[in-house]
C-alpha cells in the first residue's frame, strides 16, 4: 500500500542568486502515510564544495514518534511548457527514514545553468514538484496523527494568523486563542460554558481566573494533542509543583485522561519532599489510589519525621486537619514526650479530639522549631476553642509561645458569658497553677468579673 503527496517549489530565480549557499526554503508539513514530511529546497545548494551550481532538494521526516519510515522522494522541474523535464539528476528514489530530522534527497539536483537557459519562465520564476510516496505495511496501519493536526491548527491559532479561532481566553495577562467546537468537543464544561446559555457562550474574549497562564498553556495543547510535554520540558525543578496544578484544572474542565495522567505522574514522583501536599492535592479532587500510595508512603515512620518538616504538611493540616489524626499513633511513637498524657490533660477530652491532636502536634512543632506548622496549629485550635477548651488551649499558647493564640484566648475569657463557664473547668485550675501570670492577665482584662 502506498500513500503520495506532491508539492510545488515556486522560486524566482533571478532573486535566488544572491541567496547564500546554505539557504533553504522550506515547504510547510506534509502529511502523507501517517506521519509529517516536510520539502526542503535549497536554491543555492546546501554545500560550500558545489560553489552554489547546483540547486539541492531534500525530503525531511518531521513527526515526532514516527520511527523507520520507507518512503520514496521524487522531484523533478517543469518546463516552460508545463510538461516535467528529464533533464534534472533523476530524482526518485527509495530510502528509510529511522525517526525525526531524518532526510533524504540530491546535493546536485539540476544545475542553475540549466534552470536558465530551460526552466525559467518568461517572468523569472522556476518550478520544482516535490512528492513524498509512503510505503504502508498492511500488517501495520500508521499511527493516529489527529493531534499533530490538531496542534497545528493550535499553533496556527498562536500564530500572526488567527488559525480561523473563535474564542480567546486571557489568562495571567497572557492571551490564547482556540476553538469552541474543539473545546466543547473534548471538554463537557467547556461545552457549557461556550456552546450553552452561559454568558461566555457569546463573548469573543473569556478571562479565566485562578490557574496560571502556564498551566492553561499545558492544558490547552493537552485539549487539541491528548498528549503531555516532556518531563525536561515541563522543568524537572517544578514537574511536579505543574503537574499538581494541572490535576486541579483537569478536575475544574473534567478532562478526565488528563487526571488520570497527572495521578500516575504524582504517584511516581512522590517523596518525603513532595508527599504531604500530594495527599492534599489528591483529597482535595477526589484521586483516591493517589491518596492511598501517599498514606501507605507515610506509614514508614521515617518518610512522616522527614514529611512534617516540609510547608507541604503545614498545607495539608491548614486545608485537612483531619488527617492529622490518622497520623496520630505513629507521631505518639515517635514524639512520646509532646504526646504522653500527663495529670494536666482534660479527661473530658477524648485522645482522638481535635485539640488534643493539635496541641501535641503544636508541640512539635515547637521543638523542631517549625514556626509555620505552629501558625497553622494555632489557629486550628482557635477555630476549635470553646468554654471547655480554652483555659487548656490558652495554656499551650503561654507554654509554646504563641502570642496572637493567647491574645485571641484571653479576649474569648473578656466576654462575661464565656468567663463564668470558663472558670468552672478543669484547664482554668490548671492554668492557675502553672502560669499565674496568665491569670493576672486575666484579671487586668476582666474588667468588673472577681476570681
Not at 488567527?162 to 467547556?190: I, K, M, Q
Not at 478526565?256 to 501536599?277: F, G, P
Not at 483531619?322 to 482534660?346: C, K
Request: net charge negative; proline share 4%.
Amino acid at each position: 500500500m502506498l500513500d503520495s503527496r506532491f508539492v510545488e517549489f515556486k522560486l524566482d530565480y533571478t532573486k535566488t542568486k544572491n541567496l547564500p549557499i546554505g539557504s533553504v526554503l522550506r515547504s510547510g508539513d506534509i502529511a502523507a502515510g501517517g506521519h509529517l514530511w516536510r520539502f526542503n529546497c535549497y536554491p543555492r545548494g546546501r554545500k560550500i564544495e558545489d560553489s552554489g551550481e547546483h540547486l539541492s532538494v531534500f525530503l525531511e521526516l518531521v513527526s515526532t514518534h514516527s520511527k523507520n519510515v520507507r518512503a520514496i522522494f521524487d522531484a523533478f522541474a517543469v518546463n516552460r511548457d508545463g510538461a516535467p523535464s528529464w533533464w534534472c539528476d533523476s530524482m526518485r528514489r527509495a530510502d528509510v527514514y529511522p525517526a525525526r530530522g531524518a532526510a533524504h534527497g540530491r546535493d546536485c539536483f539540476v544545475a542553475r545553468s540549466f534552470l536558465e537557459s530551460l526552466y525559467t519562465e518568461a517572468d523569472g520564476w522556476v518550478t520544482v514538484t516535490c512528492g513524498v510516496i509512503v510505503v504502508l505495511d498492511g500488517a501495520s496501519p500508521p499511527p493516529p496523527d489527529i493531534g499533530a493536526h490538531l496542534g497545528r491548527l493550535l499553533d496556527d491559532s498562536s500564530g500572526d494568523g488567527d488559525g480561523d479561532s473563535d474564542v480567546t481566553f486571557v489568562v495571567g495577562g497572557e492571551t490564547f486563542r482556540a476553538h469552541r467546537l474543539v473545546l466543547a468537543a473534548r471538554s463537557p464544561v467547556f461545552k457549557a460554558q461556550l456552546r450553552g446559555s452561559m454568558a461566555d457562550a457569546t463573548m469573543d474574549s473569556i478571562t479565566v481566573h485562578d490557574i496560571a497562564a502556564d498551566t492553561f498553556r499545558i492544558m490547552l495543547r493537552f485539549v487539541y494533542t491528548d498528549a503531555l510535554p516532556k518531563d525536561e520540558e515541563m522543568g524537572y525543578d517544578s514537574l511536579v509543583d505543574t503537574t499538581r496544578r494541572l490535576l486541579a484544572a483537569a478536575d475544574r474542565f473534567a478532562l478526565d485522561r488528563l487526571k488520570v495522567l497527572c495521578d500516575l505522574k504524582l504517584r511516581n514522583t512522590l517523596s518525603a519532599d513532595t508527599v504531604a501536599a500530594t495527599l492534599a492535592c489528591a483529597q482535595t479532587y477526589s484521586c483516591v489510589e493517589l491518596k492511598n500510595r501517599c498514606m501507605a508512603f507515610l506509614a514508614d515512620a521515617k518518610n512522616l519525621e522527614a514529611a512534617i518538616l516540609t510547608e507541604g504538611f503545614t498545607e495539608l493540616v491548614r486545608r485537612h486537619p483531619s488527617f492529622v489524626a490518622t497520623f496520630a499513633p505513629m507521631l505518639q511513637v515517635m514524639y512520646p514526650d509532646a504526646f504522653r498524657a500527663g495529670d494536666d490533660d482534660e479527661e473530658e477530652i477524648g485522645d482522638d479530639s481535635p485539640t488534643v491532636i493539635f496541641e501535641r502536634l503544636l508541640a512539635t512543632a515547637d521543638h523542631h522549631g517549625l514556626e509555620w506548622l505552629k501558625l497553622v496549629c494555632a489557629q486550628i485550635l482557635w477555630d476549635n476553642v470553646t468554654v471547655d477548651t480554652v483555659a487548656t488551649t490558652l495554656a499551650r499558647a503561654e507554654m509554646y509561645t504563641c502570642p496572637e493564640l493567647k491574645r485571641k484566648c484571653i479576649g474569648f475569657f473578656a466576654a462575661k458569658k464565656n468567663f463564668k463557664k470558663a472558670v468552672l473547668t478543669r484547664g482554668f485550675v490548671q492554668l492557675g497553677q502553672r502560669f499565674p501570670s496568665v491569670i493576672d492577665e486575666l484579671r487586668e482584662r476582666v474588667v468588673g468579673l472577681r476570681l
